[in-house]
């Protein structure tokens, strides 16, 4: 059965980082392309990032480019966003999602319907 497993969110002070990481069973992430989205208390479900899978091309949603920065590593199997700079509004549920189509680029990186695997979620909370 395919898992994605987030991990890394928690509480952080504005201005701080964090990594979140993204580890999966039974799927090779470098042959999916790979979004991370998040969905903060009564808003919509928005496209953070996303990695391409061929040329690993990145994409950035306005709000957090120049502070957040996609990765692979292909050994290890993960996908990771690291995040600096972080202000209170980046506070919401993160998630991993992979796509074996390059569906999830489109926007770019905002098309949730077009994910196949969804991680269950890691919250981040930016706060004093």
Known sequence: QVQ???S???LVQPGGSLRLSCAASEITLNYYYIGWFR???GKERE???CISKSDSRTYYADS???RFTISRDSAKNMVYLQM????????AVYYCAADNSPQILQGPCSNYLAVDYWGK????TVST
């Open 4 to 6: 994605l497993v987030e």
């Open 8 to 10: 890394g969110g928690g």
């Open 39 to 41: 969905q903060a208390p």
């Open 47 to 49: 496209g953070v990032s």
């Open 64 to 66: 957090v480019k120049d």
């Open 84 to 91: 600096n700079s972080l202000k209170p509004e980046d506070t």
């Open 121 to 124: 979620g890691t919250l981040v």
